[in-house]
């Protein structure tokens, strides 16, 4: 059977061979490799183009990109002599403050209870107001949504589900603009973006072994951690 994920024409820029400097993605007759969506997708990237002649849209991705040169500096020196300023944290504040958005949501697990309220208060320091929900919300027990007994973390006793779609509509009800995660589960975190109608963004990304620092796991992969690439069961 053909598998469609090993067409030249689907994109797989994370096996391209080239250095960033080299790509054409990012260099004019820059090289490419033949999965390359760059010079295979022209149907798809017009579309995409489209989309951001959008008014709405357009503002949005040009904020963006001005926020991200804004967490550079020494610009003025060269790219060779550019360094990192701000912390997500501050850059979120930042993009939010440039979009003219003057309410946040702020979504977090039960586990960062500390980091989330350290979060709210930072963002209504910088002027914001903040709605906030835990992942608990609504104490549902696991077993409405058929988690065993068994496959609960501690079996023989309540757990409540974590429940992203109810902390996505309490924003949505509460029309905050941009919504912020904080330390949601896999799985969890993708209903908030399924259900919410704001936009969303991550500060921090749940990860149990690494202290929420799931790139550690990547970086230390082909020798720490290389029993992580064993099949999974």
Known sequence: MHDPASSPST????????KNAQKICMA???????ACPTVNQEAVLA???????????????????I???????ERESGYAAVRPLKPRIL????????????????????????EGRRAAEFYREKGFAVVSAICKVGQVPKETIGVKDEEKIAAGRHESICNP??????????????????GLCVGHDSLVFKYSEAPC????AKDRVFGHNPLAAVYTLDSYYRYLKQPLE
């Open 11 to 18: 994109a797989a820029c994370a096996e391209c061979p080239y």
């Open 67 to 73: 926020q991200e040169g804004a967490g550079y500096a």
């Open 47 to 65: 579309a995409a183009l489209a989309e951001y002649a959008k008014p709405d849209i357009a503002a949005f991705a040009c904020r963006a990109s």
């Open 91 to 114: 850059e979120i504040a930042e993009f939010a403050r440039r979009m003219g958005y003057s309410r946040l949501g702020l979504i977090f697990c039960a586990g960062l209870a500390l």
């Open 28 to 34: 004019p007759g820059g090289r490419h490799p033949e």
């Open 201 to 204: 963004t991550v500060l921090a």
């Open 165 to 182: 779609i109810a902390q996505a509509m309490l924003m949505n009800a509460a029309k905050t603009q941009l919504n912020v995660l904080v």
